[in-house]
């Protein structure tokens, strides 16, 4: 149940705490699968004389891609909400009818 906005007083407000969690998660995935593939083009471009041939040192390094990519969109996902909760203890909300951030501690 979430508290009416202290500024409009919408009942329109979605949590910040979840909207944190979604934004981690899906800065991760877009993080991943955008370094993975750059790094498994450069695979198919370099390897298209000798398929048969895996080229092991290529396929690690895609993942290691892949991974730290996902760690560096999950820091860009985490960032982009931080910035939006305000300081204090409680629940964040954020408003959708006025853009208002606030905290409740009843919520
Ligand atoms: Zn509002």
């Keep these: 149940m979430s508290p009416p906005c202290m ?14 969690k ?5 800065g991760a995935l877009a993080g ?10 450069d695979v198919r471009t370099l390897t ?7 080229p092991l040192s290529r396929v690690a390094s895609a993942v290691i891609a ?20 305000p300081p204090g203890e409680g629940t964040p909300w954020l408003c959708l009818g006025c853009g208002h951030t606030f905290r409740s501690t009843t919520a």
């Design 22 to 26: 979604l934004g981690i998660a899906a």
């Design 7 to 20: 500024r409009c007083h919408s009942r329109h407000l979605i949590n910040l705490e979840s909207a944190h």
């Design 32 to 41: 991943s699968l955008k370094s993975a593939y750059g790094s498994l083009y």
């Design 66 to 85: 892949g991974a730290s990519g996902g760690i560096a969109g999950a820091a860009a996902g985490n960032q982009m909400v931080r910035h939006l909760l």
């Design 48 to 54: 298209v004389a000798s398929s048969t041939h895996l």
